[in-house]
Structure formats: structure tokens, C-alpha cells
């Protein structure tokens, strides 16, 4: 009995760090380093440029207001959640109908949650590049404040970890689903994040929202993992808007672990359910490509 | 004696020329219509889905208290990247696909225009490109109380035909360059959205960047289209616009010769190039 928990163990993590490797091979080894480079730097920096000049069209270049540190850390770290919801969710449509091995993913002893969350590392790592640049651009050009010996680093960490977990879990949910539907819609996981740019007051206080919608932003854990984000750099800027301001730092904590706990265990019927059907319907070597 | 069936005898009649051409579109653009009835939750993810991020950007807007025309421009911004998603994901990517799933070679091998085939594969995406714009406009409009005020419907007509053209001519030209892609496809389409959509203007006035900038990326269709259409549907519109209307228009015209021409001629060489460096059927994964 000991034994067969202990295998199923090791064949969770055996299948989440095989695909760790295959996804980084799939999504670096696709050009030279350089041109790896310069794509990791153009894009980030772009969807980032698009705001600052939206602010700064408004504002006169005006870019000492509390706003506008919220929206472009918001906006930075809002990147994590196209790239690991999109990173686990792409899986699917990859291996179904580009590569056309989900089925060999199937019949061969691994786990295929913990395979789809292992491919979704790489967007991670990805990610954090993104990230990262968007950051130091903002900080040295844009004069975004940021003063590293203030940064809450426990916090920060903790949220991160929190955070980066809780999005793996609702990249299941939507792979789960991707197996579901055909490939004429591939950009699922980019689509939900766009959806939760508006919810989770990424770039924007929730207050902005008209009053029926700020409930379901209440609900979005990304809005308090992006909370607890800028509160850990920055301090007081995030607390200018009364949205949250109520909140401690521990009590946003629990939130966002209890939410995070409820879609860890959605997740998993999701999975089973889609699972189910997949098979039922004979849809896990499907290939639409029209 | 048997008789023949008229209608046989025209189906197996050998089409050439135009017919051939516009045989070669419905056959193309066929599968696509017919697949997306096939299973409707692209409407969903398509439609609701985008309208969402349009809103973020409005919301934006609100929160640094912008001017009202510029919740509009973000909505006719919004709908307008329908149309720059449709050209990179499903002709220019779409290549790429049909290369690895063999098809390519077979375009390539059939006495047809590949012209035609990249033009059915837009047209066979038109539904979901309008109906993806159309709702952007209206729930936007209805939503955020963006207020219209079109002098001149014929210019306006004009201006997005242009546009379009032009736009379809550039999305051949990009297409011809997937032929001799592969997995690098992905990237280069991903990398085609947020510099494209900063650099046209999709979310601000174009105006609101340096002269020399804003003209260097009239170059993409969409930067004049978009301008030209915000002047002449916004009452404030012609104050913040890049050039006249009437010069963008002329210039729109210029890109659609230039683009159809160039897309007619790159597909011919890109063609060859891909056949003599075997690149039509290579599969690097």
C-alpha cells in the first residue's frame, strides 16, 4: 500500500519534470539565443508601452501620481497570468493537433496534470523574464519608484509562491476544458487573461468598475495576489486606493490561499470531468485544423 | 442513351483563369464556414472574451478621467484588431499549420493561385472577424455611451475598404513569408500583436507620437485606416487626427497597389525559394 502511494509519488514527479524539459526545449530552442532575446524583450515592453503612453497622452507625461506605479506594476505582473494559464492550457492544443502525441501522452505511465503543469513551467520562466524587464525599464526610464532595501521581501516571496500556484491551477482548469473544445479557438488561456485584466483591477482601481461588477473582481484571487504584489514594493502607493485599503497584509494572505485551496480542489473535478467526456467523445486525438 | 446531367458536366468543365480563381476561394474559405458551425464556442471565446480587454482599457481611461472621444477611440481600436488577429493567426500562421499537416505541399502542387487560397482563408474567417468587430462596436458603444457622428458615409466606406485591402495585401505578403518558417512561426505571430498595436495606435491617436514615428508606421494599413475612421466618426476626432483624411486616404490607396502587387510577386518568389530549399514539406519540431 506504502509502496503504491510512494510510486504514484514519483510518477507525479517524474512526469511534472520531464515536461518542465520538454516545455523549455519547445519554447527556447525554437531560435538563436539573440533573437530569443530580443523577442523576450519587444513584446513585454511593448504591451507595457502601450499604457504608458495612454497615461501619458492624458497626463502630460505627468508620471508622479500614485496611479500610475498601481497600473504598470499591475500590468507587469498581470504577465504571469497570460503566461502560465496559456503555458498549461497551450499544452493541449500542442501535443493534440500540432505534434499529435497527446494520445501516446495518455496511454504512457505519467500523470497528465502534473505533465500539462510541468510544460507550463517554462511559460513561467518566460514570464518572469518579461517580468523582470518590464520592471527595470519602468524604473530606470519611467521613473516607477521602487527602493529595493524597503521591498517586503517575506511578503513578496510568499505571495509569489501563493500566486504562481494558484494561476498553475487555473491553467488546469482551463486545459481541462481546452480538451473539450477544437483548436479553431487556440488562445483560450490568452482570451481568460484578457477577461481578468478587466476583473482583478490589474490596471485599475476596482472602484473604476461599475457597482455590479466589483463584486466579481472580489471574487478573482488575482486581485488580491496583484495587491499583495505592489503592497510588497511599494508600500504605501498601493494603499492610496480604497478598494483594499481595509485589508491587512495577513488578512489578504488568507484570501488569497483560500481562494487559491478552492480552485486547487475545482481543478481537480474540472480535470475529471473533462477527462471523462474527452474520452467518451473521443476527442483526445482530435484534429480541426480548418 | 443516357443522358448527361448539365450540372456534372459543368462541375467536371476545367476552370481556368478567374473561374479557377474564385473555385479556388469558395473551396477554401468552404471548410472554415462549415467547421465553425460545426462547434459554436468560438462565438463565446471570440466575441465576449476580447470585449472584456476593450473594457480594461476603457477602464483605464476613466481612472486617469481622459476625455470622453478617447473611451471610443479604444472601442473602434478594438474591433479593428479583429481584423489585424485574423490576417497573422489565420493566413499567415494558418500556413505554417497547413505545412505541418501536409497540406502545403498539395497547394502548391494543384494548378491553382495561392493568391486564391490565402484569400479563401480570409474570407473563410470573415464571419468570425465581423461578427467579432460588429460586436466589439455595438455592446462598446452601448455600454460605454460612445457617441458617433459620421459626416461623410461614403468617405468612411471608403477609407475601411482601403484599409482592408491594403491590410489583406500586406497579410499575403507576411503570409509568404511563413513559407519558409517553422516553429519560429508561433513566436513571430505572438511578437506581431503588442508592438503592432502600440505602434498603430489602436488604444491613443497615432498623433500622440512623434511625426517621423507615426509616419514610419503608416506603413501598416491599419494605422491610417484607423486614423482616418476615428476623423470621421468622432465629432473631436478631425483635431486629433494624424493627417487629413483625404491624404490618408490617397495614401491608403497607394498601399493597396503596392501591397497587392508586392503580395502577387513575394508569393511567386517565396514559392520557388521554399520549393528549391525544400522547405514546403519540412517539419522541424
Known amino acids: ?290 | 442513351m443516357n443522358k448527361l446531367n448539365p450540372l456534372a458536366v459543368m462541375s467536371t468543365e476545367k476552370a481556368v483563369g478567374w473561374k479557377l480563381f474564385w473555385k479556388t476561394v469558395i473551396a477554401r474559405a468552404y471548410p472554415r464556414v462549415v467547421g465553425q458551425q460545426r462547434e459554436k464556442s468560438w462565438i463565446f471565446f471570440d466575441i465576449f472574451l476580447p470585449m472584456l480587454a476593450v473594457s480594461a482599457y476603457v477602464f483605464v481611461y476613466r481612472a486617469i478621467h481622459a476625455p470622453e472621444e478617447y473611451i471610443g477611440f479604444v472601442v473602434v481600436g478594438g474591433a479593428m484588431t479583429a481584423f489585424w488577429m485574423n490576417i497573422m493567426w489565420s493566413m499567415s500562421m494558418q500556413l505554417y499549420w497547413e505545412k505541418e499537416q501536409g497540406n502545403l505541399a498539395l497547394y502548391i502542387m494543384a494548378p491553382n493561385s495561392m493568391m486564391a487560397i490565402l484569400l479563401g482563408m480570409a474570407l473563410g474567417g470573415m464571419l468570425a472577424t465581423f461578427l467579432r468587430a460588429i460586436a466589439i462596436i455595438l455592446l462598446g458603444s452601448l455600454l460605454f455611451h460612445v457617441q458617433y457622428a459620421i459626416g461623410n458615409f461614403l468617405q468612411l466606406i471608403g477609407v475601411f475598404l482601403a484599409a482592408m485591402t491594403a491590410l489583406y495585401g500586406l497579410g499575403m505578403i507576411t503570409a509568404s513569408l511563413f513559407l519558409l518558417l517553422s516553429r519560429e512561426a508561433d513566436h513571430l505571430v505572438q511578437l506581431a500583436q503588442e508592438p503592432v498595436y502600440l505602434v498603430s495606435g489602436f488604444y491613443f491617436p497615432i498623433r500622440s507620437f512623434n511625426f517621423w514615428i507615426a509616419a514610419a508606421a503608416s506603413i501598416i494599413p491599419l494605422t491610417l485606416g484607423l486614423d482616418a475612421m476615428r476623423q470621421l466618426v468622432f465629432p473631436s476626432g478631425a483635431a486629433l487626427g494624424f493627417l487629413n483624411v483625404n491624404v490618408e486616404l490617397s495614401a491608403l490607396l497607394v498601399l493597396c497597389v503596392i501591397f497587392l502587387f508586392g503580395a502577387r510577386a513575394l508569393l511567386g518568389y517565396m514559392e520557388r525559394l521554399a520549393i528549391r530549399e525544400g522547405r514546403l514539406t519540412e517539419s522541424r519540431r
Open chain 1, 1 to 290: 500500500m506504502e509502496n503504491t502511494a510512494s510510486s504514484n509519488r514519483f510518477e507525479i514527479w517524474r512526469s511534472f519534470w520531464v515536461a518542465t524539459w520538454l516545455g523549455w526545449q519547445i519554447e527556447s530552442n525554437w531560435t538563436q539565443p539573440f533573437l530569443f532575446a530580443i523577442y523576450s524583450i519587444i513584446k513585454p515592453l511593448a504591451g507595457a508601452a502601450i499604457l504608458v503612453v495612454m497615461y501619458s497622452v492624458i497626463t502630460q507625461g505627468n508620471f508622479n501620481t500614485p496611479i500610475f506605479p498601481y497600473l504598470y506594476y499591475g500590468n507587469a505582473f498581470y504577465q504571469y497570468v497570460g503566461a502560465i494559464m496559456t503555458g498549461v492550457s497551450w499544452a493541449v492544443i500542442d501535443d493534440r493537433e500540432h505534434y499529435k502525441t497527446l494520445k501516446y501522452m495518455y496511454i504512457a505511465p505519467i500523470s497528465i496534470p502534473a505533465y500539462w503543469l510541468g510544460r507550463g513551467v517554462a511559460r513561467f520562466l518566460t514570464g518572469s523574464i518579461s517580468v523582470l524587464i518590464t520592471i527595470a525599464f519602468g524604473v530606470l526610464f519611467l521613473h516607477v519608484p521602487l527602493n529595493l532595501a524597503t521591498v517586503n521581501w517575506p511578503l513578496f516571496l510568499v505571495a509569489l509562491g501563493i500566486g504562481v500556484f494558484m494561476l498553475a491551477m487555473m491553467g488546469l482548469i482551463l486545459a481541462s476544458i481546452t480538451l473539450l473544445i477544437a483548436h479553431h479557438f487556440f488562445l483560450i488561456g490568452e482570451a481568460t487573461a484578457s477577461a481578468l485584466f478587466l476583473l482583478s483591477g490589474a490596471i485599475f482601481p476596482l472602484d473604476v468598475l461599475p457597482a455590479w461588477l466589483r463584486p466579481v473582481g472580489f471574487l478573482v484571487p488575482i486581485t488580491y495576489w496583484l495587491e499583495l504584489m505592489r503592497r510588497s514594493l511599494i508600500g504605501n502607493v498601493a494603499q492610496a486606493y480604497p478598494t483594499l485599503a481595509h485589508f491587512g497584509d495577513l488578512q489578504l494572505l488568507g484570501i488569497l490561499a483560500g481562494l487559491t485551496v478552492l480552485f486547487a480542489i475545482a481543478s481537480t473535478f474540472v480535470f475529471r470531468f473533462c477527462d471523462y467526456r474527452a474520452r467518451e467523445q473521443s476527442l483526445i486525438d482530435r484534429v480541426t485544423n480548418y
